[in-house]
């Protein structure tokens, strides 16, 4: 039976082990990004190549996290918040052995199980735990501790590479992991898992399955062209997606029940989120490349500018939820999208002053995650019937990682085709050559950001779609 915290002190340690999870992610995903120019020279690969360095770890929790949100839905929340602790622990530490770039990616495959296993479990913990009420606050502090995690990230990675080597960015999380178990343990309160019978492990295969083959075909196909395994893929992909659709429709308990796509207000949110999660996420890719190959400035600089849309997040994000939970989030939905418009033109345009238009753009990609992260995650879970919000928050999770995943795989693939320079090593490319790549994704992610704002505004009204 589910147990909602009423008192005040239980409600506040919820936060705070939320806050503290996602912390963890936060942090592991900004320095990561800060770091890729010089992971990328290490390993001597392509920009487009490289980009899997973070498209693996999103893709395995994207891949996992319904799997993970459903064995949470069932009663497992604490021990499935813990095992995720462990397990990106582990995954951080095999990331900093990595001598070559295959064990690399291998690695950060692990620690996006259990970053899956925290992302899910985390926000779990607003639906289960907290008063209906409470929503919005609780999936804030989720955001205020992936952004408390990313403000920090930037600066961090970028000290710590210059003044030691990119491999102790992994390091550092194995002692906030082993704090984090610790508070988790005295902290989550103890449910009753109810097993897993019925559960379409088969459907969550070919789910994993499509994901993966769809992700690599839009990611290699502008860097290697049609090759036969882009053609093969390409048919894995189309097979997976389709038998899991087919299954869905069969079994009893889906792994994603197709009915709730049937709610309109809902489906157009889940579009706003993912345009919203694969714009920004994009754009924090590319960022880091083009401070340090066009600005020319080091890695620790560039963490100090990326750090500037984690640090408005933080700040903002501390008055969020009050404000969302006072006049609604179909407002804060709609003027995120605006605002992220409005950085993706910037830096479309960047070249024209370009500190002062980058730190601008990074102001509003922060102000957009800050009041988005809320409001657009709150506008699934309240479009669904009170019955199935663990469903919605695990999808709400799932779509959260999935954009980030298609983000940087979108605009790896964009950079690639509007540079010419598939293949290449980051080390190659000219100033020139690299503008080209980065004002042509960042028109692209420009019309896809206008797209978010119509669907956020068209969603009238907050509340279930009663169709």
Known sequence: MDRIIRDRRGQLMLFMVMIFATFMDGLDGTIVSVVLPDM?????????????????????????????????????????LMYGLAVFTVGSILCGFSVSFPMLLASRAVQGVGAAMLACSAIMLTVKFLPKELTAMGLVATGAGYSLGSAFGPALGGIISETMSWEW??????????????????IIPHDEFR???????????????????????????????????????MAVFAVSFASFIVRS??????????GLFRLWRMDASIVVFVIANLCYMGCLYLLPFYITKVLGYGTMESGFFILIAGAVTLVVSLKAGQLIVRYGSRVFAIASCVMLTAASLLLAFVQVDPVPVMVVSLVLLGLMWGFGGGSMGERIINNVPDEKRGAGSSLNTFFIYFGAALGTATYS????????????????????VFMDGFVFAMLVGTVLCAVAVFLAWIVGRDGVDSE
Request: aromatic residues 10%.
């Open 40 to 80: 990328a020279a290490f390993f001597d690969i392509s920009t487009g190549d490289s980009s899997w360095i973070i498209t693996v770890y999103f893709l395995a929790m994207a891949g996992l996290i319904l799997i993970f949100g459903k064995i949470c839905d069932n009663g497992a929340i604490k021990n499935v």
């Open 169 to 186: 960015i992994f390091f550092i999380n194995v002692p906030v992991g082993i704090m984090a178990i610790v508070a988790t343990w005295r």
């Open 195 to 233: 097993g897993m019978s019925g559960f379409d492990f088969k459907g969550a295969a070919l789910l994993f399955v499509a994901l993966v083959a769809g992700m690599y075909c839009l990611e290699s196909a502008p860097s290697h062209g049609v090759i036969p395994l882009s053609l093969i893929l």
């Open 249 to 258: 429709l069969r079994v009893d308990d889906p792994v994603v029940d197709l």
């Open 413 to 432: 693939a964009l950079f690639n085709v509007g540079s010419g320079s598939a293949g290449q090593s980051i080390l190659e490319l000219s100033p020139e």
